[in-house]
Protein backbone atom coordinates (compact mmCIF):
# COMPACT_ATOMS: atom_id res chain seq x y z
CA UNK A 1 0.00 0.00 0.00
CA UNK A 2 1.97 3.20 -0.68
CA UNK A 3 -0.66 6.52 0.37
CA UNK A 4 -3.48 6.52 1.88
CA UNK A 5 -6.51 8.69 0.78
CA UNK A 6 -9.25 9.76 2.86
CA UNK A 7 -11.44 7.03 3.45
CA UNK A 8 -8.51 5.21 4.41
CA UNK A 9 -7.29 7.56 6.80
CA UNK A 10 -11.51 7.96 7.49
CA UNK A 11 -11.38 4.50 7.88
CA UNK A 12 -8.03 4.60 11.31
CA UNK A 13 -9.81 7.57 12.74
CA UNK A 14 -13.35 5.54 13.48
CA UNK A 15 -10.97 2.52 14.56
CA UNK A 16 -9.41 4.13 16.95
CA UNK A 17 -12.34 5.30 18.28
CA UNK A 18 -14.02 1.99 18.59
CA UNK A 19 -11.42 -1.30 17.18
CA UNK A 20 -14.54 -3.29 17.74
CA UNK A 21 -16.98 -1.51 15.09
CA UNK A 22 -18.50 -3.74 13.08
CA UNK A 23 -17.52 -3.82 9.47
CA UNK A 24 -20.99 -3.03 8.36
CA UNK A 25 -21.20 -0.37 10.36
CA UNK A 26 -17.92 0.86 9.55
CA UNK A 27 -18.88 0.71 6.12
CA UNK A 28 -21.85 2.71 6.12
CA UNK A 29 -19.87 4.95 8.33
CA UNK A 30 -16.94 5.69 5.28
CA UNK A 31 -19.52 5.09 2.33
CA UNK A 32 -18.32 1.74 1.07
CA UNK A 33 -19.70 -1.59 1.13
CA UNK A 34 -18.97 -3.77 3.36
CA UNK A 35 -16.60 -5.69 1.09
CA UNK A 36 -14.72 -2.67 -0.58
CA UNK A 37 -14.44 -1.38 3.18
CA UNK A 38 -13.07 -4.78 4.53
CA UNK A 39 -10.64 -5.03 1.50
CA UNK A 40 -9.42 -1.72 2.67
CA UNK A 41 -8.79 -2.58 6.01
CA UNK A 42 -6.79 -6.03 5.29
CA UNK A 43 -4.53 -3.61 2.58
CA UNK A 44 -3.66 -1.65 5.35
CA UNK A 45 -3.09 -4.91 8.03
CA UNK A 46 -1.05 -6.37 5.46
CA UNK A 47 0.79 -3.65 4.30
CA UNK A 48 1.42 -2.76 8.32
CA UNK A 49 -0.15 0.59 8.35
CA UNK A 50 -2.64 -1.43 10.81
CA UNK A 51 -0.28 -3.23 12.86
CA UNK A 52 -2.57 -4.92 15.55
CA UNK A 53 -5.45 -4.08 18.05
CA UNK A 54 -5.56 -4.04 21.72
CA UNK A 55 -7.76 -2.83 24.38
CA UNK A 56 -7.58 0.14 26.88
CA UNK A 57 -7.42 -1.24 30.47
CA UNK A 58 -8.28 1.23 33.57
CA UNK A 59 -5.76 0.11 36.22
CA UNK A 60 -8.68 0.54 38.68
CA UNK A 61 -10.63 -1.50 37.32
CA UNK A 62 -8.15 -4.23 36.35
CA UNK A 63 -4.75 -5.01 37.43
CA UNK A 64 -3.36 -2.06 39.46
CA UNK A 65 -0.35 -1.23 36.96
CA UNK A 66 2.20 1.78 37.77
CA UNK A 67 3.23 3.06 34.17
CA UNK A 68 7.59 3.73 34.52
CA UNK A 69 8.63 5.85 31.60
CA UNK A 70 12.37 5.92 31.45
CA UNK A 71 14.84 7.88 29.53
CA UNK A 72 17.85 6.19 28.05
CA UNK A 73 21.02 7.90 26.93
CA UNK A 74 24.09 5.59 25.15
CA UNK A 75 27.31 5.95 24.55
CA UNK A 76 27.21 6.48 21.63
CA UNK A 77 24.86 7.12 18.52
CA UNK A 78 26.33 5.06 15.58
CA UNK A 79 23.11 3.69 13.52
CA UNK A 80 25.02 0.14 14.88
CA UNK A 81 24.32 1.15 18.30
CA UNK A 82 21.24 2.24 18.04
CA UNK A 83 20.17 -0.80 15.71
CA UNK A 84 21.96 -3.35 18.78
CA UNK A 85 19.86 -1.20 21.44
CA UNK A 86 16.56 -1.62 19.70
CA UNK A 87 17.27 -5.39 18.57
CA UNK A 88 17.26 -5.55 22.49
CA UNK A 89 14.22 -3.72 23.14
CA UNK A 90 12.40 -6.34 21.32
CA UNK A 91 13.42 -8.78 22.98
CA UNK A 92 11.89 -8.06 26.26
CA UNK A 93 7.90 -7.89 26.59
CA UNK A 94 8.57 -6.22 30.03
CA UNK A 95 9.27 -2.69 28.12
CA UNK A 96 5.43 -2.11 26.23
CA UNK A 97 6.54 0.98 24.61
CA UNK A 98 10.06 2.53 23.09
CA UNK A 99 10.50 5.36 21.20
CA UNK A 100 13.72 6.80 18.86
CA UNK A 101 14.02 10.67 20.46
CA UNK A 102 15.26 14.08 19.73
CA UNK A 103 16.28 16.12 22.60
CA UNK A 104 17.85 15.33 26.00
CA UNK A 105 17.89 11.62 25.58
CA UNK A 106 18.10 9.33 23.18
CA UNK A 107 15.24 6.59 23.53
CA UNK A 108 11.86 7.03 26.37
CA UNK A 109 10.91 3.53 27.11
CA UNK A 110 7.45 2.76 29.12
CA UNK A 111 6.84 -0.45 31.36
CA UNK A 112 4.34 -0.97 33.46
CA UNK A 113 4.75 -2.49 36.68
CA UNK A 114 2.79 -3.82 39.84
CA UNK A 115 5.51 -1.98 42.54
CA UNK A 116 9.19 -0.40 42.75
CA UNK A 117 10.17 -4.13 43.59
CA UNK A 118 9.06 -4.99 40.24
CA UNK A 119 10.85 -2.26 38.79
CA UNK A 120 13.84 -3.10 40.65
CA UNK A 121 14.00 -6.47 39.10
CA UNK A 122 13.34 -4.87 35.64
CA UNK A 123 16.00 -2.38 35.92
CA UNK A 124 18.86 -4.88 36.87
CA UNK A 125 17.83 -7.77 34.64
CA UNK A 126 16.88 -5.94 31.65
CA UNK A 127 17.63 -2.09 31.71
CA UNK A 128 21.14 -2.08 32.71
CA UNK A 129 21.87 -4.76 30.95
CA UNK A 130 20.88 -2.99 27.21
CA UNK A 131 23.86 -2.90 25.22
CA UNK A 132 25.62 0.71 25.16
CA UNK A 133 23.47 1.93 27.88
CA UNK A 134 25.50 5.70 29.99
CA UNK A 135 22.30 7.08 31.61
CA UNK A 136 19.04 5.66 33.08
CA UNK A 137 16.24 8.09 34.05
CA UNK A 138 12.97 6.50 35.20
CA UNK A 139 9.95 8.43 36.10
CA UNK A 140 6.66 6.96 37.85
CA UNK A 141 3.36 7.61 36.95
CA UNK A 142 0.79 8.92 39.33
CA UNK A 143 -2.51 7.99 37.16
CA UNK A 144 -3.33 8.30 33.61
CA UNK A 145 -5.01 10.91 32.55
CA UNK A 146 -5.66 10.63 28.97
CA UNK A 147 -5.27 7.66 26.89
CA UNK A 148 -5.23 7.74 22.95
CA UNK A 149 -8.81 6.61 22.54
CA UNK A 150 -10.30 10.28 22.32
CA UNK A 151 -14.03 9.21 22.80
CA UNK A 152 -13.36 7.76 26.42
CA UNK A 153 -16.80 7.13 27.85
CA UNK A 154 -17.16 7.76 31.95
Known sequence: MTSLDAIDRNILRLLRLDARMSNARL???????????LRRIKLMEQSGV????????????AEKAIAVI???????????????????????????????????????????????????RIHKEILSTLPGVLRIHSSFSIRNVLATRTNRQR
Open 50 to 61: IRGYTALVDASN
Open 70 to 120: INITLERQTEDRLDRFEAAVRKHPEIRECFLMTGGSDYLLRVEVANAAEFE
Open 27 to 37: AVEVGLSPSAC
